[in-house]
């Protein structure tokens, strides 16, 4: 089941709460989800697979461009779509867009339209009006997943759109992201929520290095005043970066760590192919 939607709105977040576990980071900076990551939800007698995508977007250089086409890749060979809205900002133009993609793709489609607890009861019913104008859809859910409030009914409707067929993940596992891939993405969003304008677009994460013990990390930046940035007066932001990320990565492995990180400089890696074919995005 892909989940689209527009940047921000809240996709990740959705998909974590259905998930009840947190497979997909979360930030307020646009472009957060830069890869396809899956969310597994397991029944007695089902297997649902959520694949949060990155938002759709106009690409501006390599590493936009493959996160668009993980997108439009995305959209074949799927057996519906969850189209995430906002509804506390204005159904427009680029919910228009996305929605065209998807109601025209082939597959049923639910909409959930997210972030109710913050309106009124009418202008949710406003709201759902406009949503309703986007296309033909199998469902439409007002939700809140900050609250977890409307879910049940969302995630019934979702199982109701799978054919049958064999489980594609073993029991238990709840995520198609490598462990390496998962802890790197928990220390970006952490570098995510403490830098601002343009450094947090310029940050990735790699994990190089799992032992029992042992978690180490490269940071890359474009440059040197945002490493001078990510590093901190005397190594406070990658203190801070490093505090926050260690108990989530201690939570996943189940186990304490020592969390290594190592801030590098890599010009124009969003222009380098090899190195993103080489993180995986």
Not at 17 to 39: F, N, Y
Not at 102 to 109: D, E, I, K, R, Y
Not at 150 to 167: F, Q
């Amino acid at each position: 089941m892909a989940v689209t939607g527009r940047p921000n709105v809240g996709k990740s977040t959705l998909v974590n709460a259905l998930a009840r576990e947190k497979v997909a980071i979360v930030s307020d900076k646009p472009q957060t989800t830069r890869r396809r990551i899956s969310a597994v939800l397991d029944g007695d007698d089902y297997q649902l697979v959520l694949a949060d995508l990155p938002g759709f977007q106009r690409p501006r250089d390599p590493l936009t461009e493959r996160m668009q086409k993980t997108v439009d890749s995305s959209l074949e060979d799927v057996d519906g779509f969850l189209l995430v809205l906002a509804a506390d900002e204005r159904i427009g133009a680029g919910d228009r867009f996305v929605a065209e993609r998807v109601f025209t793709a082939g597959p049923p489609v639910v909409v959930a339209l997210n972030k109710v607890d913050r309106l009124k009861p009418h202008r949710i019913a406003e709201q759902i009006q406009a949503a309703a104008a986007l296309g033909d859809f199998q469902s439409l859910h007002p939700v809140s997943a900050l609250r977890g409030e409307g879910l049940e009914a969302l995630e019934h409707d979702l199982v109701g759109l799978l054919p049958e067929g064999p489980r594609y993940y073993e029991e238990g596992e709840q995520t198609g992201l490598t462990i390496e891939a998962r802890l790197a993405e928990l220390v970006r969003e952490q570098a995510l929520a403490l830098t601002r304008d343009e450094v947090p677009h310029a940050i990735e994460v790699e994990v190089d290095e799992i032992e029992e013990a042992h978690v180490r990390a490269r940071l890359y930046v474009e440059t040197e005043s945002q490493k001078g940035i990510l590093v901190g007066k005397g190594g406070s932001m990658i203190k801070a970066i490093g505090s926050g990320a260690r108990p989530e990565i201690e939570r996943v492995l189940g186990r304490k760590v020592f969390l290594e990180l190592v801030v590098k400089v890599r010009p124009h890696w969003r222009r380098d192919e090899n190195v993103l074919q080489r993180l995986g995005i």
